[in-house]
């Protein structure tokens, strides 16, 4: 039986889904656990929480536009690439709102957090893996958890964005060495100068590769924002603990600007200097 009451609104959910049913809000809302009582520990816990619910959306575009790319579905994949680029947009506004919080408020809690770091995230990696960025080190610190590092080894194993846009070139009929398609997929990607030539051919002949030329440059978005992201996060981290090490163990500041040296795609960078 449906009951409405006096403005048309349903108000009975005895054997029905509400809203926060549906959302499992529940779970969601009962997550944010305070090791403290500092009143800024909420916001801190709530920033990565958000951090992380759109990195879990990131890897599922990612993962679905890599294999669009492979299957050369390229308008879908563009869409999901293109959303990608709003999750990272709307990301690094998020870097404001933890702005707000001063060094003498996060000394009040940093303590509670032990040797927990956002250098610990699985899927901040998962990330960086499809971006064809592999390190191990996750792999080890997960070593307590089989199924998540089940998980992270498949992600390291499998093949990037990158590689299947280089695949891609090869489909078309540019020679692209046979060390750059069959590379070990667990190593990081290394600038090669067969694919710098493609892409050079590609920019010049726009018309004639547009698909190609539209992925470059959808590439060449998603890492403009993660840099980006990259670059707030360390702005951010200097601002709240300056030059202190991190609670994960690095120089902190120090190693968030060394890992803004790399390119995800190093030649889709380099020829716009060739041109
Ligand atoms: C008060 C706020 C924050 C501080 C002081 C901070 C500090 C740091 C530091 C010092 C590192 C280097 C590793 C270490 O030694 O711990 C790091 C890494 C990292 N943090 Fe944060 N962070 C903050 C907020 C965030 C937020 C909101 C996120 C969002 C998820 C985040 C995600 C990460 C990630 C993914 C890394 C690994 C970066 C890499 O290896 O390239 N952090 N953070």
Redesign the pocket.
């Known amino acids: 039986m449906t009951f409405k009451d006096e403005q048309g609104i349903y108000t009975n959910f005895k054997e029905k889904m509400t809203y926060g049913d549906y959302l499992d809000l529940d779970s969601i809302l009962n997550s944010q656990n305070r090791l403290s009582d500092h009143h800024d520990e909420m916001l ?1 816990i709530i ?2 929480q958000v ?2 619910l759109w990195m879990k959306l990131t890897l599922h575009e990612l993962r679905a536009a890599i294999e669009a790319i492979q299957e050369e579905s390229y308008q879908p994949a563009f869409k999901m690439l293109a959303r990608v680029s709003n999750i990272q947009n709307q990301i690094i506004q ?1 870097w404001d709102v ?1 702005a707000t ?1 001063t060094p003498s408020e ?1 000394l009040g809690f940093r303590d509670q957090l032990g040797q927990a ?3 610990q ?1 699985y899927q ?1 990696r998962m990330v960086e893996f499809a971006l064809g960025y592999k390190t191990d080190h996750v792999l080890k610190i997960y070593e307590k958890d089989p199924e998540l590092k089940a998980e992270l080894k498949e992600a390291y194993e499998a093949p990037g964005l990158y590689d299947v846009a280089i695949q891609a070139l090869a489909n078309e009929g540019f020679a692209i060495d046979e060390d750059v398609l069959n590379r070990d997929l667990t190593k990081t990607y290394e600038a090669n100068k067969s694919v710098e030539e493609a892409w050079i051919q590609v920019y010049r002949h726009t018309d004639r590769y547009w698909d190609l030329y539209q992925l470059a440059e959808k590439l060449v978005d998603i890492e403009d924002w993660m840099q980006q992201w ?1 670059f707030r ?1 360390m702005k ?2 200097e601002r ?2 300056g030059h202190k ?6 120089s ?2 120090g ?2 600007k060394k ?1 803004l040296d790399h390119y995800f795609f190093p030649e889709l960078w380099g020829i716009r200097t060739k041109l």
Request: charged share 5%; glycine share 16%; proline share 0%.
């Open positions: 801190f920033i990565h951090s992380e998020a933890l919080m996060y770091s956002g250098f995230s901040y990259r996060h951010t981290v709240i603990i090490q991190g609670t994960g163990g690095s902190g500041v190693y968030l890992v």
